[in-house]
């Protein structure tokens, strides 16, 4: 099945800077890939996501980018500020047989945005 | 996702106990999924359905069973077979089994 390796597990960063989370995964079938954010004790709710047939993809402050080939995916955050501390959580769609449709996530990164 | 709703939000289970979660969903989605998540980890899947009478066993499914007799209800038995239930329990749905999931407000299970 598919594994999906996220990191760091905590990232601290000022108001302003900029924020990288990572996410490897092991499926090469693999071909939908969203980001959630959860704030404590809330439901995630989903930030930005891809598919395999785009390389990058932006919505305002925050963009995804993919390489297909090296099989990772990362969510960069600019300009941050206060309100984007959260946990977030990466995650693979698994295609492969009866697992179609199966969500796999990474262990979460604690983001910390200093005012 | 605010089109999905679990009840109750806090949970409290005796030992022994039988308890079921319920989730429910009026944004006609074919799928639906129950996740279970502890303390600073991740979402681990306990069952998935892709369609109403059927349904599939997520990683950790020991300890707990789902019915899918409706399009807009999947509850969750969390039983007595579970040794460490103590958790927060999330719902989600998609409109397929390959888009997007969106989850509900989720449940916290405390044994007592």
């Known amino acids: 099945g598919e594994n999906v390796e996220q990191h760091p597990s905590t990232l601290s960063v000022q108001e302003g800077d900029s924020a990288v989370i990572k996410c490897t995964y092991s499926?090469?079938?693999?071909?939908?890939f969203p980001w959630y954010k959860q704030e404590l004790g809330k439901r995630p709710q989903l930030i930005i996501d891809?598919?395999?047939?785009?390389g990058e993809k932006k919505d305002q402050r925050i963009a995804v980018t993919l390489n297909k080939t090296a099989k990772h995916f990362s969510l960069h955050i600019t300009e941050t500020q206060p309100e984007d501390s959260a946990v977030y959580f990466c995650?693979?769609?698994?295609?492969?047989?009866?697992?179609?449709?199966?969500?796999?996530f990474g262990q979460g990164t604690i983001l910390t945005v200093h005012p | 996702d605010g089109g999905i709703t679990q009840s109750p939000k806090y949970l409290f289970r005796k030992e022994g106990q039988n308890v079921t979660l319920s989730c429910e969903q009026n944004l006609n989605h074919d799928a639906m999924y129950w996740y279970r998540q502890d303390p600073g980890q991740g979402l681990r899947l306990i069952y998935y359905?892709?369609?109403?009478?059927?349904?599939q066993k997520g990683d950790i499914a020991e300890g707990y069973s789902v019915s899918r007799e409706k399009k807009e209800s999947f509850p969750l038995t969390v039983t007595s077979a579970q040794k460490n239930p103590t958790a927060f329990y999330l719902c989600?749905?998609?409109?397929?089994?390959?888009?997007?999931?969106?989850f509900g407000p989720g449940t916290r299970l405390t044994v007592l």
């Open positions: 989600a749905s998609s409109i397929y089994r390959a888009d997007t999931q969106y």
């Open positions: 891809i598919r395999s047939n785009v």
């Open positions: 995650a693979a769609h698994e295609e492969g047989g009866t697992s179609y449709g199966k969500l796999t």
């Open positions: 499926d090469s079938a693999s071909n939908y």
């Open positions: 359905s892709q369609i109403v009478n059927d349904f």
